[in-house]
């Protein structure tokens, strides 16, 4: 029987000790990690580097993701991030899909939720508010 394969979803510079840790967790339970920078994902140069990450959601079995304080690479596909497309490819594509959140961007959130038409806001834990009109998508 094939080992489920896990396709890791996230920024990678800010969380690449997340992606290391998750990455030990998933193949001690038996599955196949997928992340790219492990040179799992094959790459052409016929498209954007992203659009194979967003093909090889779909030869995996499930999809994790990690959203931090960073919001990442820009996606051709406005706006989100490649990280957050990922995410959506997933859904579109019926897989399952677990995100976790870090927990200082968490309840920033919910109190991003409560300012968020105020231009004023100035937030402490992520780069960008996008990471957390994102994570209001996500929840609805």
Known sequence: ???????LSST???????RADMERFIRELGYEPVLSER?????GKLEALEQYCYREINMC????????GRFGSP??????SVSQLEIKTAHELHK?????????VLVEYRTWLGNEGNR????????????????KEIHE
């Open 96 to 104: 399952q899909v677990y995100v976790f959140v870090e927990k200082a």
């Open 61 to 68: 079995d499930i999809v994790v993701s990690v959203v931090g």
């Open 1 to 7: 029987m094939a080992k489920p394969r896990v396709f």
């Open 39 to 43: 040179g799992q994902v094959p790459y």
């Open 120 to 135: 004023d806001f100035k937030p402490q834990y992520v780069d960008d508010t996008r990471v957390y009109s994102f994570l």
């Open 12 to 18: 990678f510079y800010d969380l690449r000790y997340v």
């Open 75 to 80: 996606s051709s596909e406005r706006p989100y």
